[in-house]
């Protein structure tokens, strides 16, 4: 009876304490090199952030008219915060795989060595959906302009269907980089974006016969016809 | 300072070779106006020959590549003088038909006009549009005699329009002009212009030919450019404007982009020159005023007051970035009103453009976006004008006119307030401070 004691019990229990007895000293470098990853993460990010502050960064993108850029997409944070919340989160990320590297344990090796592999897929992505939120901030604020001025009533609708479809193809776009789905996200979006220019196509056909053939009657015809509404001369 | 050379073509260089030198020049930028560039060009050579006849003279036309023969028109009319009771002892006149290189654009033909000036040190030299159909000889003395005789350096036109006619110049061009650089020039983006042959090389000088200015905005900025420059100016009374109309496809928001955008940049050139003027004062006037009839035009003003309040609506969120909340929240309550209370009055348009300005100068917009989301604002104050002066005659219309250009200088301490910058943190270092006079650094008075 002792002797299955100490064979099926304590046996496994000494051995399971061996192994965290042996990973203990790693499990201390790991939160040692997560808490130092988080000090000096915080320190460099506001470090660099004041650095850049004394420097007089923010102003300098304010003359090369980066803060109207992001202000114009919606970030209201300026550069120089902006930079030391990127580094900080950075090193965040960097110092976490560096934590897990310390256990010094296979699979979680392998785990850190693909998130480092990621990293670059991470960051078009994220490239990708930036620039497609200015895009589509920039596009629709043009679009919205033009239809005014144009004088068509759903000048909001058209401005809002060109901001969504914009941010939809750069989601589109980051989701095939990240490889999430990349088949789903290729069909999908051709079928959608295929099927709203069919309908669209079909609507304008049908419903607007008229005013197709008075725009382009307009635009290539009749350029000489005259616009009997008003003969106001602006210049 | 740039002295490089605007490239001309081999033949009209050989050309300038054979002709050397001459006392005038008159220069006609065509594009595709065959239907009235022959009389352009006998009004000019008539005019020449009976105003200017012991003197050398060469007329230019710069073409853009017209496909409808517009060269071959110029190089080809003749013109009986024997009718005209002109004697037959006339001084060649000289034509050289070129086309222009650079950016397509009026800018660029007025360059290559300029360039021949200088090549063959034209003492005066004028423009006129190809389209024009009311030119009369008359009209080349009148842009030239101020230079020959009375040393004048830039000569205006001055037409007689009707009151709905030139509503851009009316309600932007003129009054803004006039309160910033404090010269009351009526007509400063006229189209027809004289100048001396020092400003003619004076413009060429300026780094502007790869700009917006070579496609479009030349007017106003040689009208401006003149002013800032210290030339002398005066106008010339040329009678009744009358020219083949735009092309009806022309947008209207490209229009009003082309005039306010080539003033806002001016502004920002010749920010010294025009924040420490108060005021403004007249400027001489030759030539024998008439009266003449205009005719009438068609206003549709319910089209406009719908296109105003459209903006009202729709760009909210745009114009609530370009304009200073007080103004916004005039405009705001103007929605709420009844029809014929939603005008834009003198002083709430006059806020309007300078905020305008302000925003354009601190680039709180792309400029282009900033500029064609006017187009509504420009509608809703012309509909405005229009509904103030539906019974008045040109004459009484011009009476407003002056009122409103009295509050654009009266209300020119709230543009020069507005364009400053945002207040600067005492962190920020010298080289954060705002700074838009190199490019009107390198003007030299011509006096």
Redesign the interface.
């Known amino acids: 009876m002792n002797h299955f004691i100490e064979q099926a019990l304590l046996g496994p229990l000494e051995l399971l304490g061996r192994h965290l007895l042996a990973i203990l000293p790693n499990v201390f470098a790991m939160g040692i090199i997560l808490l130092a990853g988080l000090v000096i993460a915080w320190g460099a990010g506001s470090f660099v952030e004041r650095l850049l502050?004394?420097?007089?960064f923010d102003?300098?993108c304010?003359?090369l008219?980066v803060n109207?850029a992001l202000l114009?997409g919606g970030i209201k944070t300026d550069p120089s915060r902006l930079i030391g919340r990127t580094l900080y989160g950075t090193m965040i990320v960097l110092s976490s795989i560096a934590a897990l590297g310390a256990l010094n344990l296979a699979p979680i090796n392998q785990f850190a060595q693909s998130l480092l592999a990621y990293v670059p897929h991470l960051i078009t992505a994220a490239i990708i959906l930036l620039a497609g939120y200015f895009l589509s901030n920039?596009a629709s604020?043009?679009v919205?302009?033009?239809?005014?001025?144009a004088?068509l009533?759903p000048?909001?609708l058209i401005a809002a269907c060109s901001r969504w479809g914009l941010q939809i193809l750069a989601g589109a776009m980051a989701l095939v980089q990240l490889g999430i789905a990349e088949q789903i996200v290729v069909v999908g979006f051709g079928i959608t974006w295929g099927g709203i220019v069919l309908a669209g196509a079909i609507a304008f056909g049908l419903g607007s016969a008229d005013l197709a053939k008075d725009f382009l009657e307009?635009?290539l015809a009749a350029?000489?016809?005259?616009?009997t509404?008003?003969?106001?001369?602006?210049? | 300072m740039n002295n490089g050379l605007t490239p001309l073509t081999a033949p009209t260089e050989a050309r300038i070779d054979e002709i050397g030198s001459t006392d005038i020049l008159v220069g006609i930028p065509s594009y595709n106006n065959a239907d009235t560039v022959g009389h352009v060009v006998r009004a000019v050579s008539v005019g020449l020959a009976k105003h200017f006849p012991g003197c050398r003279a060469v007329l230019v036309n710069s073409d853009g590549g017209s496909s409808d023969g517009t060269p071959a028109i110029v190089a080809r009319t003749v013109v009986d003088f024997q009718h005209l009771f002109i004697g037959d002892q006339q001084s060649i006149l000289h034509r050289i038909v070129t086309p222009y290189h650079g950016i397509p654009g009026k800018g660029s033909a007025f360059r290559t006009i300029f360039e021949i000036a200088r090549r063959l040190k034209a003492k005066a030299c004028a423009v006129v549009d190809a389209d024009l159909r009311s030119i009369s000889p008359e009209w080349i003395e009148l842009l030239l005699r101020p230079i020959m005789d009375e040393n004048y350096d830039y000569v205006a036109p001055y037409y007689l329009r009707h009151k709905y006619d030139g509503t851009i110049t009316n309600s932007l061009a003129y009054p803004l002009t006039r309160a910033l650089y404090g010269h009351r020039i009526r007509q400063p983006i006229g189209g027809e212009f004289g100048f001396s042959g020092a400003l003619a090389s004076h413009y060429l000088e300026q780094h502007v030919w790869e700009s917006e200015v070579a496609r479009f905005g030349i007017d106003i900025w040689m009208t401006t450019e003149a002013l800032v420059s210290g030339a002398r100016v005066c106008q010339s009374f040329l009678g009744a404007k009358i020219h083949n109309p735009k092309d009806p496809a022309a947008d209207l928001s490209d229009m009003l982009m082309q005039v306010v955008g080539a003033l806002f940049a001016a502004m920002e050139r010749h920010e010294q020159s025009w924040t420490s003027l108060e005021g403004s004062r007249p400027v001489p006037i030759f030539g024998f005023p008439y009266e003449v009839g205009v005719e009438p035009v068609h206003v549709n003003l319910e089209r406009m007051v719908s296109h105003y309040r459209q903006g009202l609506t729709d760009l909210e969120p745009i114009w609530r970035q370009i304009l200073a909340q007080d103004t916004f929240e005039q405009l705001h309550r103007l929605q709420e009103a009844s029809n014929s209370d939603s005008l834009i009055s003198d002083e709430l348009w006059v806020r309007v453009v300078y905020d305008a300005a302000a925003a354009y100068h601190k680039r709180l917009l792309p400029r282009d976006h900033l500029l064609k989301s006017l187009t509504p604002l420009y509608l809703g104050r012309t509909a405005s004008f229009v509904h103030a002066t539906q019974g008045l005659t040109s004459r009484e219309a011009e009476v407003k006119i002056e009122a409103l250009c009295g509050t654009f200088e009266r209300l020119k301490p709230y543009l020069i307030q507005q364009w400053q910058p945002a207040t600067v943190s005492p962190a920020a270092p010298a080289l954060l401070q705002h700074t838009t006079t190199d490019a009107g650094g390198d003007h030299e008075p011509l006096h």
């Open positions: 502050r004394i420097v007089g102003h300098l304010d003359r008219e109207a114009r920039f604020q043009a919205l302009i033009a239809a005014v001025n004088g009533p000048a909001r307009r635009r350029r000489s016809k005259s616009n509404t008003d003969d106001l001369h602006h210049w």
